[in-house]
């Protein structure tokens, strides 16, 4: 049995998400399913953070075991042929140790979260980007943005579906960067919780508009509260850009 790591690059937009779900298709079983049919096996596959549906990513990283004898780059090119014309492309394609796990393994994950901050309707990067409309300031957006780093309870930015043990978790990174219309928001932490990341940006933004204060952001955390969230950012814009081991 061999353990193989995959660097993944999807386009979320006609995925239900990245875990297996009986009620649509999902980047996990299109993959699962690609792998059966080049192997005659059915490897489970572990990645190392889910995404709901809609959501994009540049590069997950998961694994599989695999009976079969097969070099990474026939087993990256096989893969590829099986899954179109789904929006999935395999990157990279390595094998590691038995005790090496996508999940547990992970020291840190990364994402980016995608800002398109112009009147004009999307053409090309309509369900790739979120558009606000109104002017958005984004140097109050980083003054918010830096009360949330560090080590806090985000029960206020933690979906009710939420399954992790503990809503405290220690944010590393939350940068607001405008290039032109764009406006990009990069996140890091060794873990998030569900929903982290969108609700820290729907909040991010309600700043930039101005509907919101600095004050409310701190007040909003403070709160522990799902309640005091303000605003759940849509998928579109949320890219997951790194593992790090």
């Not at 005790?99 to 990364?110: K, M, P, T, V």
């Not at 009710?160 to 940068?175: E, I, M």
Request: net charge neutral; glycine share 6%.
């Amino acid at each position: 049995m061999t353990r193989f790591v995959f660097t993944v690059e999807f386009d979320g937009r006609p995925f239900m998400g990245w875990q297996r779900q009986a009620h649509g298709p999902t980047v996990q079983q299109a993959i699962e399913e690609a792998l059966e049919r080049i192997t005659g096996e059915q490897p489970a596959l572990h990645c190392a953070g889910r995404t709901d549906a809609g959501v994009h990513a540049l590069a997950m990283r998961a694994h599989a075991d695999i009976a079969k004898e097969i070099a990474p780059f026939r087993l990256m090119e096989a893969l590829n042929a099986h899954l179109r014309p789904d929006p999935i492309a395999i990157n990279a394609c390595e094998i590691v140790p038995d005790d090496w796990h996508a999940r547990f393994s992970c020291l840190g994950r990364s994402y980016v979260y995608r800002i398109v901050n112009r009147r004009a309707p999307l053409t090309f990067e309509k369900g790739l980007a979120w558009q606000i409309p109104q002017h958005l300031e984004e140097n109050k957006m980083a003054q918010a943005a830096a009360l949330l780093i560090g080590k806090h309870d985000f029960t206020t930015f933690r979906s009710v579906q939420c399954q992790a043990d503990s809503p405290v978790k220690s944010l590393d990174r939350l940068d607001v960067v405008r290039e032109g219309d764009r406006i990009t928001i990069h996140a890091a932490a060794r873990s998030f919780l569900h929903h982290q990341v969108r609700s820290m940006v729907g909040c991010l933004a309600l700043v930039g508009m101005g509907t919101w204060q600095v004050e409310d952001m701190a007040a909003a955390l403070a709160a522990k509260n799902r309640g005091a969230l303000g605003l759940n950012a849509p998928p579109d814009g949320l890219y997951f850009v790194e593992a790090r081991y």
